[in-house]
C-alpha cells in the first residue's frame, strides 16, 4: 500500500526540480501538465498538477519521520548540497514529543518536515507547523 498525495503547483518545471531532488528520484512519468513520484521508501503516489495560482494555506504541512538521528542528519546534508536552505529545531517539544526536525519549502511555500522523535512528552507546544 502507498499514500497517495496529490499536489497543485504553479510552475510544474519548479516542481518537479524540487520534488526529484527532495525525494532523490526522477518522476515515474511526466507529461505536459502531470508529473508522477513513486517511491518505495516511504510508500508513496505522489502527483503534481499545474495550476494557476495556489492560495490559502489548505494544508498544513507534510513529513517525513526517520526512526535514527543519524538518518535526520544523512537528509539534511542531501538536501543542503543540493541547494536548499533549511531551518532546523532541536530538542523541540512539539505534539507531546521531545523532537530534532528540520524544514524546507518548495516553490509554492508547502513547508516538509523530517523529524526524529526522542521521546514522548506530557506537554505540547502548539505552533502551526507542529505534530506529526
Not at 515515474?28 to 513520484?37: D, G, H, L, Q, R
Not at 505522489?46 to 495560482?53: A, E, G, I, Q, Y
Not at 526522542?118 to 507547523?129: F, R
Amino acid at each position: 500500500m502507498k499514500i497517495h498525495v496529490g499536489l497543485n503547483v504553479t510552475n510544474l518545471e519548479a516542481s518537479i526540480d524540487f520534488y526529484s531532488k527532495l525525494f532523490g528520484t526522477n518522476p515515474a512519468k511526466t507529461k505536459p501538465n502531470y508529473a508522477k513520484f513513486l517511491l518505495e521508501e516511504p510508500g508513496l503516489n505522489f502527483t503534481l498538477r499545474p495550476v494557476d495560482s495556489v492560495e490559502g494555506n489548505h494544508i498544513n504541512h507534510f513529513g517525513f519521520q526517520v526512526s535514527k538521528s543519524e538518518e535526520l542528519k544523512k537528509h539534511k546534508e542531501r538536501l543542503e548540497t543540493q541547494g536548499f536552505f533549511s531551518r532546523d529545531e532541536k530538542d523541540t517539544t512539539c505534539c507531546y514529543a521531545r523532537q530534532d526536525k528540520f524544514w524546507i519549502t518548495d516553490p509554492d511555500g508547502h513547508e516538509w518536515e523530517f523529524f526524529f522523535t526522542k521521546e514522548d512528552t506530557e506537554e505540547d507546544t502548539i505552533n502551526n507547523n507542529c505534530c506529526a
